[in-house]
């Protein structure tokens, strides 16, 4: 069964408007973190942010936070303010702690950043 | 600068033909990972190894041989029983095991392509 959903294939956005990248997870395991990764052309996979699903808050890394809904299983990443080198894939991933190191990962969402 | 080597960036082989892809790392890094990114996917482990003269396959280790001879060194043999080849391949280190990013580096990876 496919645990990590990414629906949206590709995304464009208009420079300096923010962008919401959607992302489900299924799991049965109560302890689990989530993340998001950014993968540029040149293909190295840069981390990006992280949420743990006893977490209160959603998390933030500067321009880019989490929308976690757990009742919802989602946990979309939204950049404000995009720029063009924002332009890239990017990966939602989820690691079930009774998984042990292995972190699973969605199909990915390539996002374009419009001038 | 310490990181992760991998060689060559891109690689073309035949059909038929074993094919070992270059993996070094100057960071005394304990654990090694091989990952396998098909187009439009994120990554799938393929073997990781947690100290020399050890290792264990990941989620499609089938088509693939390893050796840790050496710390710094975990090269990965693409052999002629792996069906579909023809993808990109991440090599990345940790201090020690971990399914989380963040602790992880990667090499920039090989785009092999098998015809």
């Known amino acids: 069964a496919q645990k990590i959903t990414q629906t949206q294939p590709g995304m464009f956005v208009q420079e300096k408007e923010a962008v919401t990248l959607d992302c489900t997870y299924d799991?049965?395991?109560?302890?689990?973190?989530l993340f998001w990764y950014k993968q540029p052309s040149s293909g190295e996979m840069i981390f990006l942010i992280y949420?743990?699903?006893?977490?209160?808050q959603n998390a933030t890394e500067g321009r880019y936070s989490l929308n976690f809904q757990k009742a919802r299983k989602s946990a979309n990443l939204v950049i404000s303010a995009s720029q063009l080198g924002d332009s890239a894939m990017y990966f939602c991933?989820?690691?079930?702690?009774?998984?042990?190191?292995?972190?699973?990962f969605g199909a990915g969402t390539r996002l374009f950043v419009k001038a | 600068d310490g990181g992760i080597t991998q060689s060559p960036k891109y690689l073309f082989r035949k059909e038929g033909q074993n094919v070992t892809l270059s993996c070094e790392q100057n960071?005394?890094?304990?654990?090694m990972y091989w990952y396998r990114q098909d187009p439009g996917q994120g990554l799938r482990l393929i073997y990781y190894?947690?100290?020399?003269?050890?290792?264990q396959k990941g989620d499609i280790a089938e088509g693939y041989s390893v050796s840790r001879e050496k710390k710094e060194s975990f090269p990965l043999t693409v052999t002629s029983a792996q069906k579909n080849p023809t993808a990109f391949y991440l090599c990345?280190?940790?201090?020690?095991?971990?399914?989380?990013?963040?602790?992880?580096?990667f090499g920039p990876g090989t785009r092999l392509t098998v015809t």
């Open positions: 990345a280190s940790s201090r020690r095991l971990a399914g989380d990013f963040r602790e992880q580096y």
């Open positions: 799991t049965s395991d109560p302890s689990y973190g």
């Open positions: 949420q743990g699903s006893y977490d209160q």
């Open positions: 991933a989820m690691r079930e702690d009774t998984g042990g190191f292995k972190t699973i």
């Open positions: 960071l005394n890094h304990d654990a």
């Open positions: 190894s947690q100290i020399v003269n050890d290792f």
